[in-house]
């Protein structure tokens, strides 16, 4: 018998996942949801730094205590 695929019943075969396809998966849905999360905040992100360097910057210390 192979030991990827096992037979139940008549005529029914199951396909076996093995652990590292789940694992890579997981991954790849991981990294899409990360993607995704960043793609959406990046906008965000971009305006943050424009005022930070509107402001100054790291230079500004006495002007915006």
């Not at 694992?23 to 899409?32: F, R």
């Not at 999360?37 to 424009?50: A, D, I, N, Y």
Request: glycine share 12%; proline share 5%.
């Amino acid at each position: 018998m192979n030991r990827n695929k096992r037979r139940r019943g008549a005529g029914t075969t199951r396909s076996v996942v093995s652990g590292r396809q789940v694992l890579i998966a997981q991954a790849a849905l991981a990294g899409g949801l990360a993607l995704a999360l960043v793609m959406k905040e990046l906008p965000g992100v971009v305006r943050e730094l424009r005022i930070y360097r509107m402001t100054g910057g790291p230079r500004a210390n006495r002007r915006y205590p």
